[in-house]
């Protein structure tokens, strides 16, 4: 089946919006059912470049999956960049990430503009967001993010032949409908095999691992290897 991108009702909502703000709440018991921290705590742990003290979210959202990762993470004294369209972190949020020593910033652009003004951190992460952009733009994402980054992981869906039966699965974890529809489009979206290592710009340089993660979650990474290794 092939990747089919459409857009999602959470992306045409107003921040503000009561469905937004429930959307928001249903991914975090989203990504709880899919295990998406231990999944990415796993990769950032085994990855993790040395003495490397820089990590950006893009489509970050509100911030709460990097502070759930930072919480798991044995790393101190680092510097977290959060990434989106909205500035939707709460205040209370970034307080939240000097209990594990972390020092947080949000920015609030497209990401394509933010890598076009310089943004990058040794360490880039996506969970749940580059499912949303065709290959085109994926290409062009990867070509900017293999010149800032040394590390990049992504955790998106996996796409499944019948994504509105898996999506409705959710309503027994207690996600709304705007949620279950967003969640059939994200798998129809999602990925499978190597389709992101095939679209990333140079593999010379480059350890690509892209595999299946868990029932429901597809793992890139892309790691800059060292001069000389």
């Not at 959307?23 to 950032?44: G, I, K, P, Q």
């Not at 990590?55 to 101190?76: H, N, P, S, V, Y």
């Not at 019948?162 to 949620?179: E, H």
Request: one cysteine or more; aromatic letters at 10%.
């Amino acid at each position: 089946m092939p990747r089919l991108v459409q857009p999602e009702i959470l992306d045409a909502l107003p921040p503000s919006d009561p469905r937004a703000l429930r959307c928001r709440r249903d991914l975090c018991r989203v990504n709880f059912w899919m295990a998406n921290h231990s999944l990415m705590a796993r990769a950032l742990d085994e990855h993790w470049p040395d003495a490397t003290r820089q990590i950006a979210e893009i489509g970050a959202g509100d911030g709460q999956f990097l502070l759930g990762l930072a919480r798991r993470l044995k790393r101190r004294n680092v510097n977290a960049m959060m990434l989106d369209r909205h500035n939707l972190v709460s205040t209370k949020t970034l307080a939240a990430f000097s209990e594990v020593e972390w020092r947080a910033e949000t920015a609030a652009a497209d990401v394509f503009d933010w890598m076009r003004a310089g943004g990058g951190a040794d360490i880039i992460i996506a969970n749940l967001f580059i499912h949303q952009f065709e290959d085109a733009a994926l290409k062009q994402l990867f070509q900017a993010v293999s010149r800032r980054a040394l590390l990049f992981v992504a955790l998106e869906p996996h796409r499944f032949y019948f994504p509105a039966p898996c999506a409705q699965m959710l309503r027994l974890v207690g996600c709304g409908a705007d949620t279950r529809h967003d969640a059939a489009l994200s798998i129809r979206a999602g990925f499978l095999r190597e389709e992101l290592s095939a679209l990333w710009p140079e593999r010379a340089g480059w350890q690509l691992t892209e595999r299946r993660a868990g029932w429901f979650s597809h793992l890139f990474i892309a790691k800059k290897f060292k001069p000389g290794g």
